[in-house]
């Protein structure tokens, strides 16, 4: 057995912050899902998730593996959740956390604290629609809206390594080709405002992805987009990758780099549109902690088809540290297990396998994101 992906510095391509607080076990579980119900007599433990905690956080903490949910809790609390976060923070291997900050229902740690925690560098990405909110907050008409969110998108891309968008969330996938009119999109801005809250609008979205595709090629940077599963905010129909056909046939001349975060259970759909489309990069981060010993199956379906040049890591880590730690061990565990199959099947040789490594912990992730080394 060869130890390919055991010291590999990791690029994490997106997470988001800790929580700040020490957790009692309700309010640990509510984060050990994407569900956002309680479920009393269902034990968010009694999942592949929540084994991998038991099973190999449970180390990190100073426990024997496999220690039950309240002994596990209690060390957590013992230690505190800031000794408890860098430990499992430290032990993921990671040299650079990028980071989505525009999602935060709970109190998350920012992008200083996280690199404090982690010891490695922290970037900033950019979701699009946490932006255009606070602007519409602001705007006293829709062509006001247009112009002083083109002004403040710029202000953001300037610092960041990376824009998002959450449109499988806001209406879904299915992106249009090519921006709306003026007229279109001042008329939706306004049907918008009359009715106020979150950004829904089908027709707006699309033209603030596609803003996010022309400031991204203007400034260098790639706009990631989530798909597949997630909290049952979505509907997972409406964020199958594969809806995204047309908008990146109509987008691989723009320069952007699209990439394709999560995707499960649509990996193999991500894989595919990495294969026939060169701007596209995929991940299944989120995937990975949450199918816990399962992920080799995963991590071999994201390769039957995509280029090896067009994978990238993340965890998605959100909340709990133990997510971030889990991505990274998991990562290495399993692509490790997985690539001395193949070795010992004379599939490849270690000099493929360890430049396979070599590309999907770190250099795809630097070629993605120029801003990352510099
Ligand atoms: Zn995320």
Not at 5 to 27: K, N, P, S, Y
Not at 301 to 320: K, R
Request: aromatic content about 8%; glycine content about 10%.
């Amino acid at each position: 057995m060869t130890d390919l992906t055991g010291e590999a510095a990791l690029i994490d391509q997106h997470c988001h912050g800790v929580v700040t607080t020490d957790l009692d076990r309700l309010a640990f579980e509510a984060l050990l899902t994407e569900a956002t119900r309680a479920t009393p007599d269902r034990s968010r433990f009694d999942s592949m998730l929540g084994l991998a905690v038991r099973r190999w956080c449970a180390p990190v903490l100073g426990l024997p593996a496999h220690v039950g949910p309240d002994e596990y809790l209690e060390r957590r609390a013992a230690l505190g959740w800031w000794e408890a976060s860098a430990r499992l923070l430290r032990a993921a291997g990671v040299t650079d956390w990028l980071v989505d900050a525009g999602f935060a229902p709970v109190a998350l740690t920012g992008l200083p604290e996280v690199a404090d925690l982690a010891g490695g560098t922290a970037h900033e990405i950019v979701r699009l629609e946490t932006v255009a909110e606070r602007v519409a907050g602001l705007a006293g008409s829709a062509e006001e809206f247009a112009a002083d969110l083109e002004t403040e998108l710029h202000r953001a891309a300037a610092g960041a390594v990376g824009l998002k968008s959450v449109a499988a969330y806001r209406g879904g996938l299915d992106l249009p080709a090519r921006p709306p009119s003026a007229a279109a999109l001042s008329a939706a801005v306004g049907r918008w405002f009359a009715v106020g809250g979150r950004l829904t609008d089908p027709l707006v979205v699309g033209w603030l992805v596609h803003l996010g595709v022309r400031v991204g090629a203007e400034f260098g940077l790639p706009l990631q987009l989530h798909t597949g599963f997630g909290d049952d905010d979505l509907r997972l129909h409406h964020a199958d990758p594969s809806l995204l056909t047309d908008f990146l046939a109509a987008t691989r001349d723009s320069g952007v780099t699209v990439v394709l975060l999560h995707c499960w259970p649509f990996h193999r759909q991500a894989a595919y549109l990495a294969h026939v489309f060169g701007h596209v990069v995929v991940d299944v981060g989120l995937a990975v902690p949450h199918v816990g010993a399962r992920s080799g199956a995963v991590l071999a379906e994201l390769l039957e088809l995509a280029p090896f040049g067009a994978v990238c890591f993340s965890s998605d880590g959100y909340g709990l540290p133990e997510l971030h730690y889990l991505g990274a061990w998991l990562w290495r565990r399993e692509l490790g297990r997985l690539l001395d199959a193949w070795i010992a099947d004379d599939v490849l040789t270690c000099a493929d396998a360890e430049r396979l490594v070599a590309a999907v912990a770190r250099d795809n992730a630097l070629r993605t994101y120029s801003r990352v080394s510099e």
